[in-house]
């Protein structure tokens, strides 16, 4: 018997892996800032999704996540603060396109559509309780033999992340590279249709 069981991983990296690669609203999110304002701003975004991240790990490894799931009010006001944000970006995201059909949208209005990126991926990645409640359904399937269920599930929210942010990184490098390329109103206008529909479908997802 030891503090953590290594003999999980295999599978829990694995399975980690499926799910990290599964399009949410991380990707969609981090495609438009990185296509529409390069590198830095995405990796920005991509920071504040995983400071959320660590968040939602942190609130499991403690067992406060347990309370809160446990408290319905909390889950609830949860949801309806995830999908008012994931609305907000949806109807911004559409002002610009409608904007930019009537040629009112300038450089600078774009930019302060994907303005502090921080801040944005954060806040739509800690209002968005299915991140909490993965966390609590899946981490401890993997505990394995271990004595210590702080240390395995820390470990185990730790290698998640890691390959979240890996998988990510490369999506917002990627994306920030071909952009350049990309530049045309018909393509631009295009990612922004798309990722304002899959913000408000996981709006609306997450209330229903």
């Keep these: 018997m030891s503090a953590i069981d290594t003999s999980q991983l295999p599978v829990f990296v694995i399975a980690s892996v499926i799910f990290v690669i599964t399009p949410g609203v991380d990707v969609f999110l981090l495609l438009r800032t990185s296509m529409r304002t390069g590198t830095r701003a995405g990796l920005l975004t991509l920071a504040g999704i995983h400071s959320a991240s660590l968040v939602h790990v942190a609130l499991v490894v403690s067992g406060l996540g347990v309370v809160l799931a446990s408290n319905p009010g909390v889950l609830t006001a949860l949801r309806w603060l995830g999908a008012a944000y994931l609305t907000y970006l949806a109807f911004g995201i559409a002002r610009d396109v409608w904007r930019s059909r009537g040629g009112r949208v300038t450089d600078g209005e774009t930019a302060r559509g994907t303005d502090r990126p921080f ?87 997450l209330v229903v």
Excluded: Y
Aim: overall charge positive.
């Design 119 to 205: 801040r944005r991926g954060f806040v739509c990645n800690i209002t968005n309780p299915k991140m909490l409640l993965f966390c609590l359904a899946f981490l401890p399937q993997f505990m394995g033999a271990a004595t210590s269920p702080v240390l395995q599930l820390g470990l185990l929210g730790v290698v998640f992340l890691v390959l979240a942010a890996a998988w990510e990184t490369g999506i917002v490098l990627t994306a920030a590279r071909v952009s350049g390329k990309l530049q045309r109103p018909a393509v631009l206008t295009t990612l922004d249709v798309v990722s304002a529909t899959a913000f408000l479908t996981m709006s609306v997802g």
